[in-house]
Structures are given as C-alpha cells and as structure tokens.
C-alpha cells in the first residue's frame, strides 16, 4: 500500500505579488490619511480665519452705522464735520461701546500701518471730551486684524436735488457725513478672504447744533 499526504501552498511567485498588493494598499492608505489631515489642518484654519474676520465686520458695522455727526467751530466760527478719511484711514465719532466700558460719545479712528512686509489693522477711541483730566488724552488702541497686504476705503457721497450720488476715495470735513462706506481689505495670506463689507450710516443730523438759517447749515458748538 502506498501512502502520502497532499500538500498544498504558495509559491514564490504567488508571494511576491500577495506582498506587493499588501503594499501598495498601505501605502495608498497612508496617503489618504495624511490628505485628509492636510484637509482637516487648512479648514480649521480657515473657520479660525473667517470667525476673526466675521467679528471684526460686526464691530465695524456696529461702529460705523451709528457715526454720529458732530460738528464743531473752526477759527472762522462756521461748522466742520468730525468725519473724515481717505483710502487707508477714517476719522468718526460715535456712542461709546460695552466694551470699551463707558457711555457718551467717541472718537473713533481706524488706520492701516504698515510694518516691513506686513500690515495690520488698528483701531483707536478716546473720549469726546478728551480734556476731561478724569480722561487719558492718549487713545486706547487696539489691533483688530494682522497679516494685511492692503486696505481700501471708500465713500458714497449722498445725493442732492442737483448731484447723483458719488463714490469718493477721500472725504473731507467740510462734506459732511458719507451716506455710505466700504471697506476692502486684502490678506497676505490668499487663503483668507474678506468679504466686501458696505455700511450705511444710519445718522446724518447733529441734535447738538446750533441751526443759522442763512446758510441753512450748523454753526457748531462754541
């Protein structure tokens, strides 16, 4: 009688290819996993970036809705408004804020400053009545945004019986309030994005004023 046992297994070649499949599949997991990381790093950046930029646009919208136009006396005695700008800066006042702690009236200034490469957004306050000794002359400030490659302002001059209305890229005292204002600003960083920010400016008469009815316009506080 004749015995033997069958035995059945792998060969070197079957091996080889079993081993080359196991290691593409790793590798191919590998790279998924790092990709999705990857993914992951840039979109929670990104949602850190768009809330910093979310809370910046509400205190600027907040802010500048209720610029108040206070107007006071020059050396002539005639009116000049307290609003003022350009492309890379704005000068306003307005009611103070619960952050800042206090009520009355502000003044507001937000500027664009430059350092080396790199710009950033500043915005100032100090009160009104900045003579008060109970008051710092030297405004607080504060940065509201780093990393900044540019900034653009503009102002919408409103419409009279006579003018359409304007877009300006400098307002001057003497022109009043702007009925609107846009902020454009630019990131170092491409991956961060402002979206156009337009405001319009919700008061256009001082209460305070003393009213000449030949020039039909405010004399100022004197």
Known sequence: MKTGSNQSGFTLVELIIAMAIVGMTALMLTGTLRF?????????????????IEKVQALLRRLLSQAYPLY??????????????????LEFYGPGLQQIGSLGIYRYSLRFDQIGNEGRLLLQWSPKNANDPVY?????????????SAIRISYLKPATADVMPEWKTSWRRSEGMPA????????LDLRRYWPDLGIALMIDRDVGCMYDPVSRDCRGRQ
Request: aromatic share 8%; no cysteine; net charge negative.
């Open 36 to 52: 999705g990381a990857r993914v992951w790093d840039v979109t929670g950046n990104a949602g850190d970036n768009s809330d910093e």
């Open 72 to 89: 006071v006396a020059d050396t002539q005695k005639s009116s000049v408004g307290m609003f003022a700008g350009e492309g890379d800066w």
């Open 136 to 148: 710092s002359t030297v405004p607080n400030e504060v940065e509201v945004l780093s990393g900044v």
């Open 180 to 187: 609107f204002v846009s902020i454009h600003v630019e990131f």
